[in-house]
């Protein structure tokens, strides 16, 4: 098997669940989303992540958490996309474009219609690579969706 077939092979999708899942989906957010950006008050007890229809999930490859984020139900048969983040060392190697693939892999086996994101400014690109639309540029965090067909 190629290299990078076993690669892809061992990229997973999870729903955060044990203690080292929990502990590597707030390092990740924390320093990804917080630390590099020159921000603080990162809440690693924030009830969102606990609610019934939020979902914690972390992106791992083999056995390396590399990515977190949080899909949420709106009740409307779509979601939102929260808090997406990949480890700085593994940024720009196709691994943010492999875990949302998961996500919206994983957004329609629950049924979910659409997604959509407030994604920071300098990620609309990334977005729209991935084929992700932009729905309102006219906010501090541009709003993105996808619809699934």
């Given at each position: 098997m190629?290299?990078?077939l076993r690669e892809v092979a061992d990229l997973k999708l999870v729903r955060v669940s044990s203690q080292p899942e929990w502990e590597a989906y707030h390092r990740i957010r924390?320093?990804?989303?917080?630390?590099?950006r020159g921000l603080s008050g990162y809440d690693e007890h924030h009830p969102d992540d606990r609610k019934p229809k939020h979902i914690p999930l972390i992106?791992?490859?083999?056995d390396e958490f590399v990515g977190a984020v949080r899909l949420d139900f709106t009740g409307d048969g779509n979601g939102v996309v929260r808090t997406v983040a990949i480890v700085a060392e593994r940024q720009r190697q196709g691994m943010g474009r492999a875990m949302m693939t998961a996500v919206e892999t994983q957004a329609r086996t629950y049924g979910l219609n659409g997604l959509e994101?407030?994604?920071?400014?300098?990620?609309?690109?990334f977005y729209r690579k991935i084929g992700w639309e932009l729905v309102d540029a006219n906010r501090p965090n541009p709003l993105m969706?996808?619809?699934?067909a």
């Open positions: 190629s290299g990078l924390r320093h990804v989303l917080f630390d590099l992106f791992a490859d083999g994101a407030h994604v920071a400014p300098d990620a609309v690109g969706a996808k619809h699934f």
